[in-house]
C-alpha cells in the first residue's frame, strides 16, 4: 500500500528569502512614494503656464464678443422690423375702423328705410360679406355700399395678415434678446475668470507676467509710431482712422467713439473711409475679395485664430494696428503675435 504523507513544506532559501524580502522592500517602497504623491499640495503654476491661461481666457472671451456682437446686431434688426410691422398693423386697423363707420353708416340708412334689425349684428360680424349674404341684405345695399363692404373686407384680411406678422416678429424679438442676455454673460464670465487668475497673483508674479508680455510698437495716440504709406485712397483712409484711435481702451460689443472691441474698430475704419463692412469677424470675413498671407496689402483686414474672432488691419512690414483685449487699449502690433486665418481687400 502506498503511504499517505503529508507534503514537506519547502522552506525558502537564503537566496530566496533574500528575493522575497527585496520584493516586499520595493513595494512597500513603492507604496510610500504614492502615497506621499497623492497627499502632497498640487504644484503651483507657473508664470509662463499663467499667462497661457489667461491668454486663452482673453480668446475665449473674444469669442463671445462676437456671438455678443452678433446677437446685439440681430435684436437691433429685429426690433426695428417689428416695430415697422406693428405700426402697419396700427395703420390697417385705422383703415378698416373707418371703413367699418362707412359700413355702419349704410346699414344705419337701410334700418330707417327698411327697417333692417339686423344692424348690429353687421357692425360686429367677424365676416361682414358672408353675413349680408346670408341674410339677404347684400341685395339691398347700392353699389357705392358694396364697394365700401368689399374694401373693409380686404381691410380686415391684410390687418389680421399684418397682426400674424407682427406677432411672429415679437417672438422672434424676444428670442434675440434673450440670446443677447446669455451671450453677454459668457463675456463677463470668461472676463471675470481671467481676472480672477489675475487676482491670485501677488506683486512679485504681476511684475514677471508684465515682463512677459509683448511690447506693441505703439498704445498711444503719440507721435511714437508713424505710418508712411504705401496704402492710398480709401484703404489709407481706414489706416489713418484706425491708427488716430491708438490708446483708446478695448471694450466687448463698443464700436466707438471712445471705445472699440476688435471688429468694432475695424467697421468704424472703414465707415470712416465710406465703406460699408459687417459688424462681426464672422460677417467681416466674407466682404471684400479673399488674398493670401503672402500677397497682403496696407488696408487689408486680417483675422487670426481657427475661429475667425480677432481681426485688424495691415499696415505693412508685418504689423496690423488692433483693438486686442480687455484691459488693452488700440495699438499698433505684430501679426506675429497671433495665429493667421484669414485676409480680405475691402479697397
Not at 522552506?11 to 520584493?23: K, P
Not at 437691433?76 to 385705422?94: F, G, P
Not at 463692412?277 to 471684400?288: A, E, L, S
Request: aromatic fraction near 6%; include cysteine; charge should be positive.
Amino acid at each position: 500500500m502506498a503511504s499517505h504523507r503529508k507534503p514537506r513544506p519547502r522552506m525558502l532559501t537564503s537566496a530566496g528569502s533574500r528575493a522575497a524580502v527585496g520584493i516586499t522592500s520595493a513595494a512597500l517602497a513603492s507604496f510610500t512614494l504614492m502615497s506621499e504623491t497623492a497627499n502632497a499640495a498640487p504644484a503651483k503654476p507657473t508664470i509662463s503656464q499663467v499667462k497661457k491661461e489667461i491668454d486663452t481666457l482673453n480668446q475665449q472671451a473674444e469669442v463671445a464678443t462676437q456671438q455678443y456682437d452678433q446677437a446685439k446686431e440681430k435684436t437691433a434688426t429685429q426690433r426695428t422690423a417689428t416695430n415697422q410691422l406693428l405700426a402697419q398693423v396700427a395703420t390697417k386697423t385705422q383703415k378698416m375702423n373707418d371703413s367699418r363707420r362707412v359700413l355702419g353708416e349704410f346699414a344705419e340708412q337701410q334700418y330707417r328705410d327698411g327697417g333692417i334689425d339686423q344692424t348690429t349684428q353687421l357692425l360686429f360680424s367677424d365676416d361682414p360679406e358672408g353675413f349680408l349674404s346670408q341674410s339677404h341684405m347684400l341685395d339691398r345695399l347700392t353699389g357705392t355700399a358694396q364697394a365700401a363692404l368689399k374694401n373693409f373686407t380686404q381691410q380686415q384680411q391684410e390687418a389680421s395678415l399684418q397682426r400674424a406678422k407682427a406677432s411672429e416678429s415679437l417672438k422672434e424679438l424676444t428670442d434675440a434678446q434673450s440670446k443677447l442676455a446669455t451671450q453677454k454673460k459668457n463675456v463677463q464670465a470668461k472676463l471675470a475668470a481671467a481676472q480672477k487668475v489675475l487676482n491670485g497673483l501677488n506683486a512679485a508674479q504681476r511684475a514677471k507676467l508684465a515682463a512677459m508680455q509683448p511690447k506693441a510698437a505703439s498704445t498711444s495716440g503719440s507721435s511714437t509710431y508713424t505710418y508712411n504709406g504705401p496704402a492710398s485712397g480709401r484703404a489709407a483712409a481706414a489706416i489713418a482712422f484706425a491708427l488716430d484711435q491708438r490708446g483708446k481702451p478695448y471694450l466687448s460689443g463698443a464700436t466707438g467713439p471712445n471705445a472699440y472691441d476688435c471688429s468694432g474698430l475695424t467697421q468704424a475704419a472703414y465707415r470712416a473711409a465710406g465703406i460699408s463692412i459687417g459688424r462681426t469677424t464672422w460677417d467681416q470675413v466674407k466682404d471684400g475679395t479673399a488674398v493670401s498671407e503672402a500677397d497682403l496689402r496696407p488696408g487689408d483686414l486680417v483675422f487670426f485664430y481657427s475661429g475667425i474672432s480677432h481681426v485688424g488691419i495691415y499696415l505693412g512690414n508685418g504689423e496690423v494696428v488692433h483693438s486686442p483685449h480687455t484691459g488693452a487699449t488700440v495699438e499698433v502690433a505684430p501679426m506675429s503675435w497671433m495665429p493667421f486665418a484669414a485676409a480680405r481687400r475691402i479697397a
